[in-house]
């Protein structure tokens, strides 16, 4: 996240991607949390540009509000975002996008709420790899931390 209100969020990728261009000219991105069972087809999707294959047929797309931001089905949580800005750095260019939605399948939500441990999702060690399950649940944010005594 970069701000909170309105929630913005950054996306940065490589200039030479065929994914920026789209993105320019729709105005518009989606972020798509793969489960761990998709960690293959997402992969391939890293191994790939767009510019050679259509990664779309691998996923049922749907859209959203904005009409414009392809999403993936099969994915745990699917972030819609409308583009705010766009800020160029030497070989990568950050896309900045406000949240309009989160789309999640009930069978991934408690109590209103994505459950990280129901969409069992990964992450990638950068710059190489591998790939990780995301672990256990540890312990409550902004209040774990208030039974802390400090050394001094
Ligand atoms: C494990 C993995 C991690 C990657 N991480 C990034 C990344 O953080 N930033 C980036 O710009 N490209 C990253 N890539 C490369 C792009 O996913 C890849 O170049 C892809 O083909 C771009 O697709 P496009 O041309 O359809 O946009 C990664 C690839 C893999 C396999």
Redesign the pocket.
Known sequence: MLHDNPPLIGV???K?????SGVKENRSFSINIPTSDMVVVT?Y???????DVD?SKEFEIFYGDLETAPMINECGVNIECKLINIKEFKN?ELFIGEIVEIYSDEIYVTDNKPDVKKFDSFI?L?PN?P?WKIGEYLAEAYEVGTSYKPKS
Do not use: E, P, R, V
């Not at 030479?16 to 920026?20: F, M, V």
């Not at 999707?45 to 510019?51: D, F, I, N, P, T």
């Open positions: 940065a990728m490589s030479k991607h065929y994914t920026n992969d999707c890293g191994l790939h540009s767009g510019s990664k990568t990638c950068m790899g790939y």
